[in-house]
């Protein structure tokens, strides 16, 4: 009979060797544990794939579009306003019409079809001497060096193909010396479509790294 034996159990219950029986923890608790965190795995998962729907389905923030639109690795940035440039209204242009070419007669059509769209009529008659015969395309347009950036667009529009020149004239006034290659003005409604998309603003630039 071993020393642990209660007396009077008669050896029944006997405990023999240096090993005592191990106590096992109920498997109830380790699955309570392991459904709990599986639940806040859960939750985390189902909670960032909503931010995720509703920051595609809303297009993003603010900040994400700015980035987006700047481009990869780009800081989204100021574009700077340009200020827009009004041309010229035809009967603020004075036009002086001078024929180069042999066909007589062209300087005074021209120019009474240039009072008709609206510009103001100068001097009519003969090309100079240093321009007669001698403007090999359908025209010419001389002014001083202010008229490239106002009267020279708009004239510009009445006939296609003309080239330009500056003189050193003090007034505001431009020459059109009718070219050996003239056949027409351009026709009225392409000119009056020229005019209008000339005083339509050039697109702003877009911002880019």
């Known amino acids: 009979m071993s020393m642990l034996t209660p007396p009077g ?5 006997r405990i023999t060797g240096n090993a005592y029986p191990r106590m096992r923890r ?4 380790r699955r309570i544990v392991v459904a709990a965190l599986a639940a806040v795995v859960a939750l985390g998962l189902a909670g960032w794939g909503t931010l995720q729907l509703i920051d595609v389905f809303g297009g993003g923030s603010a900040d994400s579009r700015a980035r987006t639109a700047a481009g990869p690795g780009c800081k989204p940035r100021k574009v700077p306003v340009t200020p827009v440039h009004v041309p010229l209204k035809p009967a603020q242009i004075t036009v ?6 042999p066909r007589a007669g062209l300087a005074k059509t021209t120019a009474d079809e240039l009072k008709k769209r609206g510009f103001a009529i100068g ?5 100079p001497a240093a321009y007669d015969k001698k403007v090999p395309g359908t025209g010419m ?9 106002n009267a020279f ?8 193909g003309a080239t330009l020149k500056m003189d050193a004239r003090a ?13 027409a003005l351009t026709p009225p409604k392409d000119a009056t479509a020229a005019l209008t998309a000339l005083a339509k603003p050039a697109p702003a ?4 790294c």
């Open 9 to 13: 159990m008669g050896g029944k219950y």
């Open 205 to 208: 630039p877009s911002g880019k």
């Open 123 to 127: 001097k009519v008659g003969n090309a």
């Open 96 to 101: 002086n019409v001078y024929n180069a070419t």
């Open 153 to 160: 667009p708009v004239l510009g529009t009445q006939l296609k």
């Open 141 to 149: 347009l001389l002014g001083a060096p202010g008229a490239r950036e």
């Open 26 to 29: 109920p498997r109830r608790r």
């Open 171 to 183: 007034t505001a006034d431009v020459d059109l010396i009718i070219g050996t290659a003239f056949k």
